[in-house]
């Protein structure tokens, strides 16, 4: 294997889909899987599809293109208000869009009918989130300024829990979707059948009661890649957590004093280490940095391993206590893994630099 790596097993994500899947459709939803935690691979969308999930959503073009080029034949959404300059290509890329401006909606409008295509919208609604969306009371001037669109055809309204400011779905939000979903109805003049909710806090709700009829798509990433909820700060008992892994080899493994030497200014990333002086110890140097991971979000996988600091190529692990690794210590060329929260998953999946591998065991 190529290091640094992302490992990613199959069966595990594949089952977990699964459970969120059958959880969801219990309750009459629909699931949309999100494909941006791993940068629109396009093997996260066919385990999607293997799982039986309606369509796949993801935040950036580019990652819808690399997956209408695999040949995944679910239908795609766009879930980030779409840039104006990127409207031209948007029906080519996916089928529904995130609408959160009147005028962005109406020029999506005269795009689509000079290109003769149609294309599907939901309406962003801000259900308290302060992230993207239409205030509650904006929503009839909204139905009303768009009630003359010919190409793009809005389909229901959409919502998002706990991404900028962690407010949570309760049952009150979902009942009140499904109010804002008739006012936009009634000015609009046209029938809307969906209510898309994301993402992975939302499934808290369906485990234990039954939302709204009109509430009939989620879209969801870390629940099934993570097995995490990290809105409601907990770990999905029926799903997998250990899907995914880091792996960075180490480049040299020496015996430092764990105090610096010399004047102290600011290090690489302008902060301020606090150091402990803890004697002589084992350091371990990774050849994976921050422009690969976020340190912060990333747990050691073998005992006794300890994050110290990282810089932008180079991560430095204390092994002193590293029980389990072999008796004769670190050696230049093993390899140490380490498992990743969001962020952390998101940055390698996202650098050039990081090998992502799917795994059948
Ligand atoms: C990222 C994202 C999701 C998925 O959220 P998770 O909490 O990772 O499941 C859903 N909807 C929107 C609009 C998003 O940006």
Same mark, same amino acid.
């Given at each position: 294997? *190529?290091?640094?790596?992302?490992?990613?097993?199959?069966?595990?994500?594949?089952? =977990?889909?699964?459970?969120?899947?059958?959880?969801?459709?219990?309750?009459?939803?629909?699931?949309?899987?999100?494909?941006?935690?791993?940068?629109?691979?396009?093997?996260?969308?066919?385990?999607?599809?293997?799982?039986?999930?309606?369509?796949?959503?993801?935040?950036?073009?580019?990652?819808?293109?690399?997956?209408?080029?695999?040949?995944?034949?679910?239908?795609?959404?766009?879930?980030?208000?779409?840039?104006?300059?990127?409207?031209?290509?948007?029906?080519?890329? %996916?089928?529904?869009?995130?609408?959160?401006?009147?005028?962005?909606?109406?020029?999506?409008?005269?795009?689509?009918?000079?290109?003769?295509?149609?294309?599907?919208?939901?309406?962003?609604?801000?259900?308290?989130?302060?992230?993207?969306?239409?205030?509650?009371?904006?929503?009839?001037?909204?139905?009303?300024? !768009?009630? =003359?669109?010919? =190409?793009?055809?809005?389909?229901?309204?959409?919502?998002?829990?706990?991404?900028?400011?962690?407010?949570?779905?309760?049952?009150?939000?979902?009942?009140?979707?499904?109010?804002?979903?008739?006012? !936009?109805?009634?000015?609009?003049?046209?029938?809307?059948?969906?209510?898309?909710?994301?993402?992975?806090?939302?499934?808290?709700?369906?485990?234990?009661?039954?939302?709204?009829?009109?509430? =009939?798509?989620?879209?969801?990433?870390?629940?099934?890649?993570?097995?995490?909820?990290?809105?409601?700060?907990?770990?999905?008992?029926?799903?997998?957590?250990?899907?995914?892994?880091?792996?960075?080899?180490?480049?040299?493994?020496?015996? *430092?004093?764990?105090?610096?030497?010399?004047?102290?200014?600011?290090?690489?990333?302008?902060?301020?280490?606090?150091?402990?002086?803890?004697?002589?110890?084992?350091?371990?140097?990774?050849?994976?940095?921050?422009?690969?991971?976020?340190?912060?979000?990333?747990?050691?996988?073998?005992?006794?391993?300890?994050?110290?600091?990282?810089?932008?190529?180079?991560?430095?692990?204390?092994?002193?206590?590293?029980?389990? !690794?072999?008796?004769?210590?670190?050696?230049?060329?093993?390899?140490?893994?380490?498992?990743?929260?969001?962020?952390?998953?998101?940055? %390698?999946?996202?650098?050039?630099?990081?090998?992502?591998?799917?795994?059948?065991?």
């Amino acid at each position: 294997m *190529k290091y640094p790596a992302l490992t990613i097993c199959r069966s595990k994500v594949l089952s =977990n889909a699964c459970k969120v899947r059958e959880l969801c459709s219990k309750k009459n939803i629909e699931v949309w899987g999100v494909t941006k935690g791993l940068s629109g691979d396009p093997r996260l969308a066919d385990i999607y599809r293997e799982a039986g999930f309606a369509g796949i959503s993801d935040s950036r073009s580019l990652n819808l293109k690399k997956i209408r080029d695999s040949g995944n034949d679910l239908p795609r959404q766009l879930m980030r208000i779409a840039m104006r300059s990127e409207l031209a290509e948007l029906p080519g890329v %996916a089928d529904v869009s995130l609408q959160s401006e009147v005028s962005t909606i109406l020029e999506l409008d005269r795009v689509c009918s000079s290109l003769g295509v149609f294309h599907e919208t939901l309406i962003m609604v801000d259900i308290g989130d302060l992230r993207e969306g239409f205030w509650p009371n904006d929503l009839v001037y909204a139905g009303e300024a !768009l009630s =003359n669109i010919s =190409n793009v055809s809005i389909t229901g309204i959409a919502a998002n829990f706990a991404c900028a400011s962690g407010v949570l779905p309760t049952m009150e939000k979902l009942d009140d979707l499904a109010r804002y979903s008739d006012v !936009l109805r009634e000015s609009l003049g046209r029938n809307l059948p969906n209510i898309s909710i994301g993402g992975t806090s939302c499934l808290k709700l369906l485990e234990g009661q039954t939302p709204p009829s009109a509430i =009939n798509q989620l879209r969801i990433c870390e629940g099934v890649l993570l097995g995490k909820d990290t809105a409601f700060m907990r770990e999905i008992p029926y799903l997998d957590g250990t899907a995914l892994a880091i792996h960075a080899e180490i480049v040299e493994c020496k015996l *430092k004093p764990s105090v610096p030497s010399g004047e102290l200014g600011l290090q690489a990333f302008g902060e301020k280490p606090v150091f402990l002086d803890r004697g002589t110890r084992k350091r371990a140097l990774l050849g994976i940095g921050r422009q690969d991971v976020n340190i912060d979000r990333l747990t050691p996988m073998q005992d006794g391993v300890s994050i110290i600091t990282a810089s932008s190529d180079h991560m430095i692990v204390d092994v002193t206590d590293a029980a389990s !690794l072999r008796k004769d210590g670190c050696q230049p060329g093993d390899v140490l893994s380490f498992r990743p929260l969001y962020p952390a998953m998101l940055a %390698a999946a996202t650098s050039e630099y990081v090998s992502v591998v799917f795994e059948d065991k």
